[in-house]
């Protein structure tokens, strides 16, 4: 009843969520006070979680905040929307956030943007923007975002709350709307590393309905994100990342502060330089939406949600649908990927940005056998005003620069909260960590906030 009376009090302003469970989360939470009077409750029994619309929760509406799926409800349960109820969570509704996951504004959404609770004339960031801000607002304790290249770390960083994309892999997929699928990762909001943990620790794990998660043992992430290290972890920070152009003196001078604090309280933090740093947006630019336009291609008007009312024939059906149905971004995707992807530029530029990957991925390997983790602001920026990029899309994908290089190589990468700018909007420092290094990196994160 708390969470459900914010929601409706802030809900009308904010726009974070789409839709809220009212009776149905009250029958649930009524049930799971049952099972703790008889000692029979799950690890979560009593959570809040809000659902980013993009996770397939049987018998609910499922949208991608997209007009392509209007109508659209799902069959089934994604892996780990189910492991959420078995272990008694309750979820409170389903979340707003950009049109099939694409953007850092969240303003590309077909229900409208979602609002900063800092200030309603600031974007919250992007793409799962609805599910930082309901963490944010207090409407939910945690929530389940997607992050393919930083859509939970920059919301989590523009709105002050905890954000974690796990190493890839680590979280079944299935369930999950496919954007890029070999970046795509379900990602936890929530105020603590602790509630970040918990979560984790219920959903991640091998799934026979994903054939690509990893087999590996689940390590208790809420036990782990409390145990001290005997030894100091070893931090490096990119040179190039303070060096960046675009980035906010106030973020550089808080993420120095951050350094500096750690190497008196005996932390060793050493700089290193990473040249390919550079090469890693475009990279990601070109291989998701390669990858994109292959997934989206499933939305034809036959097998999901809306179909155009104005057609004539089988091929006007598809092009009326698509036209219709898709909004800019994800149509500025489709064609972008559908021409890295085209027989006479595949080998410059899919196979190129392959190659340079694999070259990404084995720098960053290297660093990880000198250091423990690799500290970065999350943004440069703070949240900016709502329309600030309005047709300046390459200014706006700027906005991804810190978050992507961890999605290109697939490493775990959190972003905490780290003080405010002048103007009191949250500052996001970011951690990477080696390949499923996620225990270390919680209780890393736990220790600095
Ligand atoms: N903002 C990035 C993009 O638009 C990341 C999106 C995401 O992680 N889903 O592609």
């Given at each position: 009843?708390?969470?459900l009376?914010?929601?409706?009090?802030?809900?009308?302003?904010?726009?974070?969520?789409?839709e809220v469970y009212d009776e149905e989360a009250k029958a649930q939470a009524k049930l799971v006070?049952?099972?703790?009077?008889?000692?029979?409750?799950?690890?979560?029994?009593?959570?809040i979680?809000?659902?980013?619309?993009?996770?397939?929760h049987t018998d609910h509406r499922?949208?991608?905040?997209?007009?392509?799926?209007?109508?659209?409800?799902?069959?089934?349960?994604?892996?780990?929307?189910?492991?959420?109820l078995?272990?008694?969570?309750i979820v409170i509704g389903r979340?707003?956030?950009?049109?099939?996951?694409?953007?850092?504004?969240?303003?590309?959404?077909?229900?409208?943007?979602?609002?900063?609770?800092?200030?309603?004339?600031?974007?919250?960031?992007?793409?799962?923007?609805?599910?930082?801000?309901?963490?944010?607002?207090?409407?939910?304790?945690?929530?389940?975002?997607?992050?393919?290249?930083?859509?939970?770390?920059?919301?989590?960083?523009?709105?002050?709350?905890?954000?974690?994309?796990?190493?890839?892999?680590?979280?079944?997929?299935?369930?999950?709307?496919?954007?890029?699928?070999?970046?795509?990762?379900?990602?936890?909001?929530?105020?603590?590393?602790?509630?970040?943990?918990?979560?984790?620790?219920?959903?991640?794990?091998?799934?026979?309905?994903?054939?690509?998660?990893?087999?590996?043992?689940?390590?208790?992430?809420?036990?782990?994100?409390?145990?001290?290290?005997?030894?100091?972890?070893?931090?490096?920070?990119?040179?190039?990342?303070?060096?960046?152009?675009?980035?906010?003196?106030?973020?550089?001078?808080?993420?120095?502060?951050?350094?500096?604090?750690?190497?008196?309280?005996?932390?060793?933090?050493?700089?290193?330089?990473?040249?390919?740093?550079?090469?890693?947006?475009?990279?990601?630019?070109?291989?998701?939406?390669?990858?994109?336009?292959?997934?989206?291609?499933?939305?034809?008007?036959?097998?999901?949600?809306?179909?155009?009312?104005?057609?004539?024939?089988?091929?006007?059906?598809?092009?009326?649908?698509?036209?219709?149905?898709?909004?800019?971004?994800?149509?500025?995707?489709?064609?972008?990927?559908?021409?890295?992807?085209?027989?006479?530029?595949?080998?410059?530029?899919?196979?190129?940005?392959?190659?340079?990957?694999?070259?990404?991925?084995?720098?960053?390997?290297?660093?990880?056998?000198?250091?423990?983790?690799?500290?970065?602001?999350?943004?440069?920026?703070?949240?900016?005003?709502?329309?600030?990029?309005?047709?300046?899309?390459?200014?706006?994908?700027?906005?991804?620069?810190?978050?992507?290089?961890?999605?290109?190589?697939?490493?775990?990468?959190?972003?905490?909260?780290?003080?405010?700018?002048?103007?009191?909007?949250?500052?996001?420092?970011?951690?990477?960590?080696?390949?499923?290094?996620?225990?270390?990196?919680?209780?890393?994160?736990?220790?600095?906030?």
């Amino acid at each position: 009843n708390h969470y459900l009376k914010i929601i409706h009090e802030k809900n009308p302003s904010l726009n974070a969520f789409l839709e809220v469970y009212d009776e149905e989360a009250k029958a649930q939470a009524k049930l799971v006070d049952e099972k703790i009077q008889n000692g029979t409750a799950g690890k979560l029994a009593g959570m809040i979680v809000g659902l980013k619309d993009v996770l397939c929760h049987t018998d609910h509406r499922l949208g991608a905040a997209s007009k392509m799926l209007e109508g659209f409800e799902s069959q089934f349960d994604g892996t780990a929307v189910e492991r959420l109820l078995k272990e008694d969570a309750i979820v409170i509704g389903r979340q707003n956030c950009d049109e099939f996951a694409m953007g850092s504004s969240n303003e590309n959404s077909a229900f409208g943007a979602v609002k900063n609770e800092i200030g309603t004339n600031r974007v919250p960031g992007g793409s799962s923007g609805g599910s930082a801000v309901a963490v944010q607002a207090g409407m939910c304790m945690v929530s389940l975002g997607s992050d393919t290249g930083g859509s939970v770390r920059q919301p989590a960083a523009f709105c002050g709350v905890v954000g974690l994309k796990p190493t890839y892999s680590r979280i079944s997929r299935y369930g999950l709307i496919a954007f890029a699928s070999s970046f795509d990762s379900i990602g936890i909001f929530a105020k603590n590393a602790s509630d970040v943990a918990i979560t984790l620790e219920v959903i991640a794990g091998k799934d026979d309905n994903d054939s690509t998660v990893s087999q590996r043992e689940v390590p208790s992430y809420s036990e782990l994100v409390n145990k001290k290290s005997d030894k100091k972890p070893k931090i490096a920070y990119i040179k190039e990342t303070l060096h960046t152009e675009g980035l906010s003196e106030e973020i550089k001078a808080a993420t120095v502060s951050k350094i500096e604090k750690l190497k008196s309280e005996g932390y060793e933090v050493e700089e290193v330089e990473f040249s390919l740093l550079k090469y890693a947006l475009p990279t990601y630019y070109i291989l998701i939406t390669a990858e994109a336009s292959t997934n989206l291609s499933r939305y034809d008007g036959v097998r999901y949600g809306f179909r155009s009312p104005n057609v004539t024939d089988l091929e006007s059906m598809y092009k009326r649908t698509r036209t219709e149905g898709f909004g800019k971004e994800v149509k500025r995707r489709i064609m972008l990927g559908t021409f890295v992807l085209s027989a006479s530029y595949y080998d410059a530029y899919f196979t190129k940005a392959q190659k340079v990957r694999r070259k990404i991925q084995e720098a960053m390997k290297e660093l990880f056998t000198k250091y423990d983790f690799i500290i970065s602001p999350t943004t440069p920026t703070t949240a900016f005003e709502i329309g600030k990029y309005e047709g300046e899309t390459v200014e706006l994908y700027l906005a991804d620069l810190f978050t992507v290089p961890a999605s290109v190589v697939g490493i775990p990468a959190i972003s905490i909260p780290n003080g405010t700018d002048k103007e009191g909007l949250p500052i996001g420092l970011q951690i990477m960590g080696d390949y499923f290094s996620e225990d270390k990196l919680l209780a890393f994160a736990d220790e600095l906030m």
